[in-house]
């Protein structure tokens, strides 16, 4: 069996000693549409004050965009067991969230009786709009998952919305549980599993039962299911609920996949199967196989997939990213396949892919080599570029990283296209992309497109930013 949802109750939340603090408020954010919050908690812990009745969070959130989150807030909700509201905390305003720069997040709400669940509101802007995502939980040891009405595509996950025990000093207490089927897929063989733990969060005890209708959960559906369970341990700091279900592996749930009838160019016929190891104790390798159709209605050259991994729990940033490139034209209707094997992979939930092509034949295009450059200490520069031309437009898609001491302002990097004439290589077209801060030591993704009609034959760079324990702005340096 697998364990599809996290660990649960607060009710009987053990108690800390831990200093007071305040609790800030904010203005209530306005509400965003929510997409994939590109952002993972990590160090999670909850406890309880002795003293108030106050309910402390602290976690590191890690901002895994390519752009700062500015004016970050956060607050906590409570819940009974079964789902009304107990109490909701202040806005909390937190600060800004760098790339790849974790942000130390402390959220406290006081008065708070015992509770059976709990929902965390992250706010923040992001360069595009204010964008608003909540996650929920009902265990004090593990991170959050992000709430969503999405169904998980390919997976079956029992998940726990809320519980109680109605007499806990009983020798037959009742259990009384709402459970969800967040996947795209039939649940089967669900069971509820009830461990009661120490202070520390140790199991004491368990029990499971099966839950009923043969344990079927639909996709989507939610159920309110009651069992009686067996006595209660004599001695125990708290208790937790999980949901079971039949044991499917991460590779099954993440492969299949089918071609539809769009006019884009789609990857489908996944395939995610694990290897014998290489050696004892050595990590399985992962194959992984896949199909590439050309459902436009012109040719394409350049098709390049980058299969990305995701994490597990939090807003599903990514692990890793593998980019594969397919050899030739791809016709029309055509379809060609994919693979490739990772000796090590790394621990994953989840499995998206991007994909990036030219339409092919025209005289003009181009295809360039990916570049790469090293940033000289205490500078900012370009690292790598990975350009491609259709024949109307070159696109750039750049790294710019940061070997300065201090967090950069003002960053421009400027490509000029250029051809040859008189024997010498003249500017034919500019553009421009702009970072308005980049962190020391960070790396973050600059895309510039350059209109040229005409064609070019090459392309140069050059960066202009302002170092603000400089005297004055350094640029242009010249790549």
Known sequence: MRGASLLFSLGLLATFSVPLALEASAAEP???KPGKPGIALKKWVMSRMRIGKKIEVQFNLENGRKAALRDLRGRLVFYEPLGGKLREGNWTRLGRAEPGRPLPVTL???????????????????????????????????????????????????????????????????????????????AREVKICVEFVDKKGKTVSSETVGLDKGGTLEAGETRVFKTPLRKVPGSYGG???????????????????????????????????????????????????????????????DCEVVFVFTEKLGGGGAVLRRPEKLAGELAPGAVKPVSFTLERPPAFGGLTYEIEYAEAGGADAMTFPPL????????????????????????????VTSRAAVECTEVVVRFTLTKAKGGKQVPVARGSGRLRTIAAGASRQVMVRVEAPDGFEKYSFQVNYTDPSKLRPIGPVAE
Do not use: C
């Open 239 to 301: 208790y937790r609920v999980k949901a079971l279900n039949a044991d499917v592996s991460i590779e099954e749930a993440l492969s299949g996949g089918e071609f539809t009838s769009a006019a884009t160019v789609q990857v489908a016929h996944v395939k995610l199967e694990r290897l014998d190891a290489p050696k004892p104790k050595a990590p399985r390798p992962l194959r992984v196989s896949a199909e590439v159709k050309n459902g436009t209605a012109a040719p394409v050259a």
């Open 108 to 186: 406290v709400v006081g008065n708070v009786p015992d509770f059976g669940s709990w929902e965390m509101d992250l706010s923040f802007r992001a360069p595009d709009a204010t964008e608003r995502f909540t996650y929920f939980g009902t265990s004090p040891w593990d991170p959050p998952q992000l709430k969503t009405d999405e169904l998980l595509e390919g997976s079956a996950q029992a998940m726990i919305l809320g519980y109680e025990l109605d007499d806990l000093k009983g020798r037959r207490p009742t259990l009384t549980v709402r459970v969800r089927n967040a996947g795209a897929r039939e």
């Open 30 to 32: 306005a509400a965003a």
């Open 372 to 399: 790469t450059r090293k940033v000289a200490a205490g500078g900012v520069g370009v690292s790598s570029v990975r350009a491609k031309y259709d024949g109307k437009v070159a696109v750039f898609d750049a790294t």
